[in-house]
C-alpha cells in the first residue's frame, strides 16, 4: 500500500486525458474509483512518466473517445444512464472490457433491451447501471431518471443552388448541396453522427461545450435525417432564404438560384 500511495502522489489532482482525439477533464480520485480496473493500475501502479502522452502532455489512450464519456461517468457517480436510443450498447461493451469493468460489461452484454430501457406509462426513459463502488444499488441495477441529460437541439444547415432555364425547368443541378453543416452540443452531435461528423474546423472541443463549425463527410440531406430520426431526434422547425442571379444582364439567360436553409431537431 505504501508503493501505490507514493506512486498515486505523483500524478497530479486533475488529470488532463486525450481519448482516442477527445480531451477530458477529470480527478484522479475518479480515475482511481474502482479496484483493479485498467485505469486505476494505470494511475496507482506506475508514475506519469511510464504513460504515453500526446502532443501537449495529456495522458493518451487509443480507444473511442465518444463512448469515453460512458466510462467516465460509470466511475465517477458509481452508475451509468444510458439514452433512450442508444445504438452502440456492443461498442460500449467492449470498451467496457478494455478498461477492465467487468460488473459494468456483464450488465451490458446480458441486459436485453427491456432491461436496459424500462417504460414508466409508456415512455421509455434512461437505465441505470450501478456500478460496484456503490453499496446500496438494487439487484437489478435500474432506475428511472428523467431524460435530460439526452434532451437537446441540433441543427443541419445547408447552401443549395439550382439553374432555371428559359423553358422554366430545372437542370440536373437542381438543389445540389456543397456541404451539410451541423449546429450542436458536442456530445449530442456525436453521439447522431459518430464517425460521419468531420471535426477539422473545431478540433480538440470538449463534450460538454458547443460548436457551430462541424459539418458532415456526406451530402445527402435524407442520410442526416435518418440519422436523427434513429437517435429520437423530431423535427420542429425550419427556415430558408434564397437570392436569384443572372449570369449576365440579358434576362433571357438561365437563371442562378442559392438559398440556405437550416432544420431544427429536438429530443
Avoid at 197 to 224: C, G, H, I, M, V
Wanted: contains cysteine; aromatic residues 14%.
Amino acid at each position: 500500500m505504501a508503493q501505490t500511495d507514493s506512486q498515486s502522489s505523483t500524478f497530479p489532482e486533475i488529470v488532463e486525458l486525450n481519448v482516442g482525439g477527445q480531451v477530458y477533464v477529470t480527478r484522479f480520485e475518479t480515475l482511481t474509483a474502482v479496484p483493479n480496473s485498467l485505469l486505476w493500475t494505470k494511475f496507482t501502479q506506475s508514475s506519469p512518466g511510464d504513460l504515453p502522452k500526446d502532443g501537449k502532455g495529456r495522458f493518451f489512450f487509443d480507444r473511442d473517445g465518444f463512448l469515453f464519456r460512458y466510462i467516465l461517468d460509470y466511475m465517477r457517480d458509481s452508475e451509468l444512464f444510458l439514452p433512450e436510443f442508444f445504438k452502440e450498447r456492443r461498442r460500449l461493451q467492449k470498451e467496457a472490457e478494455f478498461f477492465q469493468l467487468p460488473e459494468l460489461s456483464k450488465r451490458l452484454a446480458s441486459g436485453s433491451k427491456d432491461s436496459l430501457f424500462t417504460e414508466d406509462s409508456g415512455d421509455p426513459e434512461e437505465a441505470e447501471l450501478s456500478s460496484p463502488v456503490t453499496s446500496s444499488s438494487s439487484s437489478s441495477g435500474t432506475t428511472l431518471r428523467s431524460p435530460g441529460a439526452s434532451a437537446g437541439y441540433i441543427t443541419i444547415g445547408y447552401r443549395g443552388s439550382y439553374t432555371i432555364g428559359r423553358d422554366i425547368q430545372a437542370d440536373a443541378k437542381f438543389r445540389r448541396v456543397a456541404r451539410i453543416t451541423v449546429c450542436s452540443k458536442i456530445s449530442l452531435a456525436k453521439e447522431v453522427f459518430g464517425e460521419t461528423l468531420n471535426e477539422s474546423r473545431d478540433p480538440d472541443r470538449p463534450a460538454d461545450k458547443y460548436t457551430a463549425r462541424y459539418y458532415l463527410k456526406y451530402n445527402f440531406l435524407e442520410q442526416a435525417f435518418d440519422r436523427l430520426a434513429e437517435a429520437g431526434f423530431h423535427m420542429v422547425a425550419c427556415n430558408s432564404t434564397g437570392t436569384c442571379s443572372y449570369g449576365s444582364n440579358d434576362p433571357g439567360e438561365d437563371k442562378l438560384w442559392t438559398s440556405y436553409t437550416e432544420y431544427v431537431f429536438s429530443r
